[in-house]
């Protein structure tokens, strides 16, 4: 099973699909961390995906498609994936449904869209924290699940940073992006009777709701 998480920035897509993941056996693929990696690089294109991150706008969709699709021809993700960040767009939704058809016919395709207020993204997204640490990732929250040692990553105590992209002005351009194809996104799915959408204020709350949607999904 193909599992798309939407959701606007800081909505939980990310702290989520980890869970996800890790619960249901399946590779948490995260565009968001993909672009991050290749924007390091000191490449033509890193260059590029780097200014598009740092501004807040979207990088184009053919690059973003093409990105994926290499990504879910490798091995971890043939019988499924936790998609974290993608799509955004309909021609990304339009293209993931095409290469599944074409390249994995049997599996299903569903969307768990977390429904978060926009007033409380901002909150949460200037006061994420995340490890430093790659392999790591681990996501933190200075009002709402600070690490025990401040500036410390719990789970493996590597150093927590803020994102670059993760300042009020660039948030509100990636929260307006979102609403700009969020409506048509999720409408998409829905027309495919494959979307859960959900506002996850507890964070386990929402987890097990979530699970438990999978798990009649699965069986229909
Ligand atoms: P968030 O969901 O918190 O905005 P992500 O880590 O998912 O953060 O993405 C960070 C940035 O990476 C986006 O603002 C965008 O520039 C780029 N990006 C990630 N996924 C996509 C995508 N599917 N299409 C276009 N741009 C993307
Ligand atoms: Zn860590």
Request: aromatic share 6%.
């Amino acid at each position: 099973m193909y599992i798309v998480m939407l959701g606007a920035p800081g909505s939980g897509k990310g702290t989520i699909g980890k869970i996800l993941s890790h619960d249901l056996g399946l590779t948490h693929v995260s565009t968001g961390d993909i672009f991050r990696e290749q924007s390091n690089k000191k490449t033509e294109l890193g260059k590029k995906i780097r200014e598009y991150m740092e501004s807040g706008a979207l990088v184009p969709d053919e690059v973003v498609i093409e990105t994926v699709k290499a990504r879910l021809l490798e091995e971890d993700v043939k019988d499924g994936a936790i998609l974290d960040g993608f799509p955004r767009t309909v021609a990304q939704a339009e293209a993931l449904r095409d290469f599944l058809k074409e390249n994995r016919p049997e599996a299903k395709r569903v969307a768990i869209e977390l429904d978060v207020p926009d007033a409380e993204i901002v909150r949460r997204v200037v006061n994420r924290l995340i490890c430093t640490n790659k392999a790591c990732g681990e996501i933190y929250n200075k009002e709402t699940r600070p690490p025990k040692q401040e500036g410390i990553c719990d789970v493996c105590g590597s150093e927590l940073k803020r994102r670059k992209d993760d300042n009020e002005e660039t948030v509100t351009k990636r929260l307006d992006i979102y609403h700009q194809n969020s409506k048509n996104l999720i409408d998409f799915y829905r027309k495919n009777n494959a979307l859960y959408s959900i506002y996850p204020q507890e964070l386990e709350v929402a987890v097990k709701k979530i699970e438990e949607f999978l798990e009649e999904y699965k069986r229909k």
